[in-house]
């Protein structure tokens, strides 16, 4: 079992606690506010490593988000205002019998489109 360190602790923690869906960039400014001395590039290696365990998953618009939820759920991205909304219901399942070649283990499912409080700017 890998150790937790102060730093993976503040991230996961920052992560956890908030519904937005933070940039990279964003989870290291909170952090850098708690822990002075920690490195950009030592969030970047860190959020790619609890990504790679699972931990939390990335959304990708133009640039990476992140979000600590990693329950059965998905994603729309509105590409006007780029504010990430999560989707929850019954295409989010895993028990997806639309699968006929394997079993599925993980997915991720985001969408993409206009925000309704972006079409009814317009």
Do not use: W
Request: hydrophobic share 30%; with cysteine; net charge positive.
């Amino acid at each position: 079992m890998e150790r937790i360190t102060s730093q993976k602790k503040v991230i996961i923690d920052y992560l956890k606690s908030v519904k937005i869906h933070p940039s990279a960039e964003e989870v290291y400014g909170y952090v850098k506010k708690k822990l002075p001395r920690i490195s950009q590039g030592t969030v970047y290696r860190i959020l790619k490593n609890f990504k790679e365990k699972g931990e939390v998953c990335e959304i990708c618009t133009n640039i990476s988000h992140f979000d600590a939820d990693i329950s059965p759920h998905g994603h729309f991205v509105c590409e006007e205002c780029h504010k990430i909304y999560d989707l929850f219901g019954k295409f989010c399942k895993l028990d997806c019998k639309c699968v006929k070649v394997g079993k599925v283990k993980n997915y991720q499912i985001h969408l993409y489109g206009v925000c309704k409080k972006c079409q009814n700017k317009k």
